[in-house]
């Protein structure tokens, strides 16, 4: 049985980074808040819940989607980049209905159980 796309409230880009590629990851948030109607979250300068890295997060609304992630497909910088949608079900929007731009790290899943 497949979900409706109409469940999806919301998308999540986390933008991961580490000291050497920080730049990057400003470079690429300053990009995002240019030209997108996206929510800039915090940045995360360690890991943080299912995270294995500093990050930060950008929260984009479904009307968005099909402008943010191209975006990033040709604009991240070799950041690995994790693209979820907002359901209401952390464990599967982070896992069976998530795409990666980049490497695909291991997340902290048993964080989103709890």
């Known amino acids: 049985m497949h979900e409706d796309i109409v469940q999806i409230t919301g998308f999540h880009a986390h933008i ?21 109607e996206v929510q800039l979250g915090r940045w995360h300068e360690q890991p943080i819940g299912p995270h294995p890295k ?12 099909d402008k943010v992630v191209p975006w990033l497909m040709l604009n991240r910088q070799g950041l690995d980049i994790l693209v979820h949608p907002e ?13 990666w731009l980049g490497e695909r ?10």
Do not use: C, W
Request: proline letters at 2%.
């Open 16 to 36: 991961y980074f580490d000291t050497a590629n920080r730049e990057a990851a400003a470079r690429v948030r300053e990009g995002l808040g240019a030209k997108f």
């Open 87 to 99: 359901t209401g079900n952390d464990v599967a929007d982070h896992t069976d209905h998530s795409l």
């Open 54 to 65: 500093a990050m930060y997060q950008v929260a984009f609304l479904p009307n968005q989607f």
């Open 105 to 114: 790290l291991k997340l902290n899943i048993e964080f989103l159980k709890g």
